[in-house]
């Protein structure tokens, strides 16, 4: 089946999409269609290429991170989390292969996926069909689910408890159904927050940021900033990870506080001079 995968985002469409037609992800200002114009391939393809290749890391106990080289798309991390006899795939990546499938099976299978938002889509029910494991999605972002599949479980409200320990919690911002995945067991009790781009840590690895879309730099409004730094200072975590293996290992949570009132006070033009 020839299902063509955008170059540039790294999403799977379903066959029956166009190969001449612009990717619905990348034509909005959150992405970006690229200079070079639309660019497609099939996961088929990729692998008869030869040349790309998963690799997966141990990060801490119970938590891997599985990255594809040379990068591919928007060039996220995958994280598999191990907690007692659960095991989730928070965000995906595009590539999958025998070596990936044999690797993870050996670990333990996959029982759930969880997204954060449409960016890692990417070869999502290609992954759910080789372990069998739902994909659990926000309905608020039902509309830019490329491939559909009735696997795809779409989650309402404010926080779905996937295991005990283990929540998913809407938090909008950068997509209205954006997710962050807080693991209260993770790193020795202390407690994990997974983030996507949601919540992206910056250069400076104490702070975090917050855009509506990062490629063209358009910042959110203070308020929205405000609304999900208070869902965040509820949240069990001392350690946060981003979609780009970007990590604050100690002391997050202040982090995220700190890096929200930075930002709102940069948009009120209380921050600084101009
Ligand atoms: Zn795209
Ligand atoms: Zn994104």
């Given at each position: 089946?020839d299902?063509?995968?955008?170059?540039?985002?790294?999403?799977?469409?379903e066959?029956?999409?166009?190969?001449?037609?612009?990717?619905?992800?990348?034509?909005?200002?959150?992405q970006?269609?690229?200079?070079?114009?639309?660019?497609w391939?099939?996961?088929e393809?990729?692998?008869?290429?030869?040349?790309?290749?998963?690799?997966?890391?141990?990060?801490?106990?119970?938590?891997?991170s599985?990255?594809?080289?040379?990068s591919?798309g928007?060039?996220?991390?995958?994280?598999?989390?191990?907690?007692?006899?659960?095991?989730?795939?928070?965000?995906?990546?595009?590539?999958?292969?025998?070596?990936?499938?044999?690797?993870?099976?050996?670990?333990?299978?996959?029982?759930?996926?969880?997204?954060?938002?449409?960016?890692?889509?990417?070869?999502?029910?290609?992954?759910?069909?080789a372990?069998?494991?739902?994909?659990?999605?926000?309905?608020?972002?039902?509309?830019?689910?490329m491939?559909p599949?009735?696997?795809?479980?779409?989650?309402?409200?404010?926080?779905?408890?996937?295991?005990?320990?283990?929540?998913?919690h809407?938090?909008?911002?950068?997509?209205?159904?954006?997710?962050?995945?807080e693991w209260?067991?993770?790193?020795?009790?202390?407690?994990?927050?997974?983030?996507?781009?949601i919540?992206?840590?910056?250069?400076d690895?104490?702070?975090?940021?917050?855009?509506y879309?990062?490629?063209?730099?358009?910042?959110?409004?203070?308020?929205t900033?405000?609304?999900?730094?208070?869902?965040i200072?509820?949240l069990?975590f001392?350690?946060?990870y981003?979609?780009?293996?970007?990590?604050?290992?100690e002391?997050?949570?202040?982090?995220?506080?700190?890096?929200?009132?930075?930002?709102?006070?940069?948009?009120?033009?209380?921050?600084?001079?101009?």
């Open positions: 089946m299902r063509y995968i955008c170059k540039t985002c790294g999403v799977q469409y066959n029956s999409f166009g190969k001449q037609k612009e990717c619905i992800i990348c034509g909005e200002e959150r970006f269609i690229s200079s070079n114009g639309q660019n391939t099939t996961l393809s990729m692998i008869k290429e030869g040349k790309y290749k998963n690799t997966i890391n141990i990060e801490h106990e119970g938590l891997y599985i990255n594809t080289s040379p591919f928007i060039g996220q991390t995958a994280y598999y989390i191990q907690d007692k006899d659960f095991n989730l795939l928070w965000d995906c990546i595009s590539y999958i292969d025998e070596q990936t499938i044999k690797e993870i099976k050996d670990l333990g299978g996959i029982d759930a996926i969880a997204l954060s938002h449409p960016h890692y889509y990417s070869s999502q029910v290609e992954w759910a069909e372990f069998n494991a739902p994909i659990y999605i926000h309905e608020d972002d039902k509309e830019w689910v491939r599949s009735e696997r795809i479980v779409f989650w309402s409200g404010e926080s779905l408890e996937l295991k005990e320990g283990i929540i998913l809407r938090i909008g911002g950068h997509f209205k159904g954006g997710t962050v995945l209260k067991n993770g790193d020795n009790q202390s407690g994990v927050l997974m983030t996507g781009d919540i992206r840590v910056v250069a690895r104490s702070w975090v940021s917050f855009m879309s990062y490629p063209n730099f358009i910042p959110l409004p203070a308020a900033v405000e609304r999900i730094s208070i869902r200072k509820e069990k001392a350690r946060l981003d979609a780009f293996h970007r990590v604050i290992k002391e997050a949570k202040q982090s995220v506080q700190k890096s929200a009132t930075r930002y709102m006070e940069a948009l009120k033009g209380t921050l600084f001079n101009t």
